[in-house]
């Protein structure tokens, strides 16, 4: 019976160490299409596998829909993803972990790169430098 009690304890200690910290993947402030982007997350039980990039433009919003980008099983708390969808989509960021637990980001719209650009105004064509 000691044996059980002890194994029981275990079991739930670790079952409320693991309730402790959940799995919480955070929303990028900044997604611009073409520049690398920070993902990271914090709690759960590594290997973590970041599942699906996912565009909420889906018909129906399918959290079944394949993958825009897997990036496959992670290690550590952060993953860069070189950020090559269209500007103007809508994705979110889902993560799991070796316990099956999985959290997802907020939507995100991807921006555009910023670069030099050209704009008319009356006097003809104007050098527009749009900060990034």
């Known amino acids: 019976m000691k044996g059980f009690t002890y194994l029981a304890v275990a079991f739930l200690s ?8 959940p799995l919480v993947i955070n929303t990028p ?8 982007t920070l993902i990271t997350w914090s709690g759960g ?3 973590y596998f970041l599942v699906r990039l996912m565009s909420t433009i ?5 959290p079944t829909a394949p993958p825009i980008v897997d990036l496959g ?4 708390k952060s993953a860069i993803w070189n950020t090559d969808v269209a500007a103007g989509t809508l994705i ?18 991807v921006q555009v ?10 006097s003809g064509w104007i050098a527009n ?3 990034q």
């Open 14 to 21: 670790a079952g409320s160490a693991l309730a402790a910290h």
């Open 129 to 131: 430098f749009e900060s």
């Open 45 to 47: 039980v590594p290997p």
């Open 92 to 109: 979110d960021f889902e993560i799991k972990d070796s316990t099956g637990a999985v959290a997802q980001s907020a939507p995100v719209v």
């Open 113 to 122: 790169l910023r670069s030099p650009e050209y704009s008319p105004d009356r």
């Open 73 to 76: 099983q992670q290690t550590g």
């Open 29 to 36: 402030v900044s997604v611009v299409s073409g520049k690398p």
């Open 58 to 62: 889906v018909p129906g919003n399918d």
